[in-house]
Structures are given as C-alpha cells and as structure tokens.
C-alpha cells in the first residue's frame, strides 16, 4: 500500500515542481488550450447536427406517430452526444501529448536537469517522435477499448456490475494514463512501448497510485489542460524511479539548477 501513496505524492510532487516554474507551465498549457478549442468545436458542431445525423440514419421512423417518432430519435440523438462525449474523454489526454509531443519533451528535460544527473536525448528528429508517439498511442487506446469492452459486459452482472467493475474500469484507465504521461520521460531513454508496459507492471500500485487520482480529475477536460504540465513533471519523477530508484533519491538540484526566476527560455524541440 505504501507504493500507492508513493504514486500519488509523483503526481503533487509534478504539481508542485510546475507551481515553482511558472514559465514552464505556462508553456506546458500551450498544446492542452489548443486541444481543448478544437475539442470544444468539434462537441459544439456534434452538438447543433446530431438530431440531423439521427433523422437521417432512421428513415425508417419518418413515418411514426407521436410521441414514438420524438422518443426515439431524442434518445438517439443523446446517445451519440454521450458516446462523442466519451470519446472526447478517453482520447484527450492522448490527442494533447501528440500535439504537445515537443513541448512535452522539453518540459521533462528540464525536470530531469533540475534533478541532476544524466539528462536523457532521444536524438531522432522531431517527425520520427512524433510517428512514434502516434503510433504507441494507438495501441494503448485500442487496448483500454478491449478492457472497456469486456468491463461493460461485466457490468450486467447484478452487484459486481455496479461496484466492482466500475473501480476496475477506473484502475485499468489509470494505470494506461500513467504509461502515455511516463512515455515521454522513457522514450528519451530509449524504451520502447512494449519494455514500457514490463516496466509499469513491475510495479503497479505505484503506477496506479499515479494514474488513478489524476483520471478521476480528467474527467473534465478543463481541469486536465491546467493539471497537464503538472503531471508531465510527475511523471516524470515517477520514470525516474522506475528506471533506477538509487538516482531518484538524489541531492536533488544543484548550484546550477533553474528555479523559477532564472530559468531558461522553453524551446519546443531539442534537436
């Protein structure tokens, strides 16, 4: 249990790391205020055409009288906002790192150097990242939709369907948040997706500890653009520990570690 509330102090430790940088969380709002207006367009334009999109798939009831015609195609049209709505969640978070790939990258250099030791370089060009990050983002989402269809066929189940298989819901899609947020961190040190997932399991409250709390909080869009930076940093940290503990535990910042006041200027890509 102790790994759990490990996990958990990463995720304020990120929070608190960007709170003493202000200029790097602001740079780090950049990529989650871009992904919101275009998330915010795309639910509002869903929102004024989706009684059209669902007169047109329903001709059949063209025909029906009052009330049945209204009944059903009122819930259709909820039903599609609400799964639009659900979209727009569960890919939020994976939309807003690959627009923020550069911007994300060097936000946790800087936490690695504020840290001390080795600060890690991919060295691969920024369209070789960028491929990289959709690539492995795609696979993690289509994973958590193989665990979101399993869970909600376990959600018929009377009880178990109504406690139980909600939590689970919640762990699986905290501990995959938890591996796209230390991607960042792990690709710079040369680990791959399939060497990532071996690393998270081996410990796993830690990671959930991390990932749990903070998609409980992204759940509302807002909230994730201005807790984004924060869980970048932590996550960071949490990368930091999982590849070698012993460095995690350091002396910390040096004489030469930015703070807030003198820190360098952000740069969005590190060639």
């Known amino acids: 249990m102790s790994d759990l ?4 102090g ?14 790097w969380f602001g740079f780090g709002l950049l990529p989650g205020l871009v992904t919101l207006v275009v ?7 869903l929102g004024y055409g989706a009684d059209d999109f669902v007169g047109w798939a329903t001709p059949f009831a063209d025909d029906w009288s009052s009330p049945w015609q209204g009944i059903l195609r009122t819930g259709l049209t909820a039903l599609v906002f609400v799964f639009g ?22 936000l946790s250099e800087e ?17 070789r990242e960028l491929w990289i990050s959709a690539r492995d983002s795609l ?3 289509l994973r958590v939709a193989l665990y979101g269809i399993i869970l909600f066929a ?50 796993r409250m830690l990671v959930l500890g991390f990932g749990v709390p903070l998609t409980l909080a992204f759940l509302v869009p807002v909230v994730a653009v201005f807790l984004m930076p924060g869980a970048v940093a932590g996550a960071t940290l949490l990368a930091r520990d999982l590849v070698d503990p012993d460095a995690a535990q350091g002396p910390g910042p040096g004489p030469g570690t930015a703070d807030s006041g003198d820190a ?8």
Do not use: N
């Open 5 to 8: 509330g490990a996990g958990f």
């Open 10 to 23: 990463y995720l304020m430790k990120g929070q608190r790391w960007v709170a003493q940088h202000g200029r």
């Open 39 to 45: 998330y915010a367009g795309a639910l509002i334009g």
């Open 85 to 106: 709505l659900f979209l727009a969640v569960i890919t939020f978070t994976a939309v807003t790192l690959l627009v923020g790939q550069p911007f994300y990258e060097s």
């Open 111 to 127: 936490v690695d150097r504020s840290e001390g030791g080795d600060v890690p370089e991919s060295g691969l060009p920024l369209w």
């Open 139 to 141: 696979r993690i989402l």
């Open 154 to 203: 376990c959600g018929f189940i009377p009880v178990i369907g109504q406690t139980v298989v909600p939590a689970i819901g919640f762990c699986v899609s905290g501990y995959f948040l938890a591996e796209e947020l230390t991607a960042v961190a792990l690709q710079r040190r040369g680990m791959v997706l399939k060497d990532r997932l071996v690393l998270l399991r081996g410990r």
């Open 264 to 271: 360098p200027a952000p740069r969005a890509w590190s060639a």
